[in-house]
């Protein structure tokens, strides 16, 4: 599996973007997907997940102003983010995994099978 992330760019705070993030490879089926963030001096962190029948899990920071979803005919995810402050400046990356159990953990204590390239989100104040 062969992923790409898209859609990041420089916004306002209290605007939003959409990432994209499409997949390539046979054996995506069943596949579920996440989004990570690495914020300038800190570690990787988990900002949402969805699985392949669609159940959605969010960190605290994410919950309530980014909603995920993905498109399995078109083997694509999406993170949509509304909202955004300073602090969700980051470079964000989708990932994907046969365990969903691997890629919704909040702690990112899991090595994840598949990354894409990340994109990168600039929230300015």
């Known amino acids: 599996v062969q992923l790409q992330a898209s859609g990041g760019g420089l916004v306002q705070a209290g605007g939003s973007l959409r990432l994209s993030c499409t997949a390539s490879?046979?054996?995506?089926?069943?596949?579920?997907m996440g989004w990570f963030r690495r914020a300038p001096g800190s570690e990787r962190e988990f900002v949402a997940a969805?699985?392949?029948?669609?159940?959605?899990y969010y960190s605290d920071s994410s919950k309530g102003r980014f909603t995920i979803s993905r498109d399995n005919e078109k083997l694509m995810g999406f993170l949509e983010m509304s909202s955004l402050k300073p602090e969700d400046t980051g470079v964000y990356y989708c990932?994907?995994?046969?365990?969903?159990?691997?890629?919704?953990?909040?702690?990112?204590?899991?090595?994840?099978?598949?990354w894409g390239k990340g994109t990168q989100v600039t929230v300015s104040s």
């Open positions: 990932a994907a995994d046969p365990a969903l159990w691997k890629v919704m953990d909040p702690e990112h204590r899991y090595v994840i099978t598949y």
């Open positions: 490879g046979r054996a995506f089926d069943g596949y579920a």
């Open positions: 969805i699985g392949w029948s669609g159940s959605t």
